[in-house]
């Protein structure tokens, strides 16, 4: 038996399959096991800052800011806990999904290779560590910074223009590396 749905029915149900797979897979992963050199990073800047306490006044930060005051942020609402350090990690499993697929439907793909496409990326994106990590922040907010940016070119609308320097800004302050690469790569496109 074969049904239809209306365009906008069907972009809203892959919409709930992408966030809920993105942020399962990476609930998974991010319980598999305990690796002591990156997986307690944020765990105890998050829950410092969560108590009132800021980066580089109060303790020393190895990596820039947002990070920390992401997890401080979910700390809050979600209570000090394993389950909200890794929910941290599958929101932006979530982001850059999400963003992967409203890209690609811009750019008027297919709307089921949109989906398949971006189920893909929530499997390699954040799932590799599992646990908020500044490389991974720093990567999802510099794709989705340049994915404003191709949006920006596609469509002409200074929405996506607006939001640009916002993911680069993000990134950059999660870690310098590649957001500054992208930032470059953006500059000089422009």
């Not at 829950?47 to 930060?61: C, H, I, L, S, T």
């Not at 990070?67 to 982001?95: C, E, P, T």
């Not at 989906?115 to 929530?122: G, K, P, Q, R, T």
């Not at 223009?161 to 590649?178: D, G, N, R």
Request: with cysteine; glycine share 4%.
């Amino acid at each position: 038996m074969k049904f239809n749905l209306n365009p906008e029915t069907k972009k809203i149900s892959y919409l709930f399959i992408i966030f809920f797979f993105s942020i399962l897979i990476n609930q998974y992963y991010g319980y598999i096991g305990v690796f002591p050199i990156d997986t307690f990073l944020f765990f105890d800047s998050g829950y410092r800052v969560a108590n009132g306490e800021f980066p580089f006044k109060d303790f020393w930060a190895i990596t820039g800011l947002t990070n920390d005051f992401i997890q401080a942020i979910i700390f809050k609402i979600l209570g000090v806990s394993w389950f909200s350090y890794v929910f941290h990690a599958s929101l932006m499993n979530f982001v850059i999904a999400f963003f992967t697929f409203h890209t690609l439907f811009k750019f008027k793909l297919n709307i089921n290779f949109c989906l398949i496409y971006a189920l893909f990326v929530s499997i390699i994106a954040y799932p590799v560590a599992g646990t908020p990590f500044p490389d991974h922040h720093s990567m999802i907010f510099s794709i989705v910074g340049l994915f404003c940016f191709l949006l920006h070119l596609k469509t002409n609308s200074n929405f996506y223009l607006f939001f640009l320097p916002i993911f680069l800004i993000l990134a950059f302050l999660s870690k310098q590396t590649p957001a500054a690469y992208i930032f470059i790569i953006i500059f000089f496109l422009n």
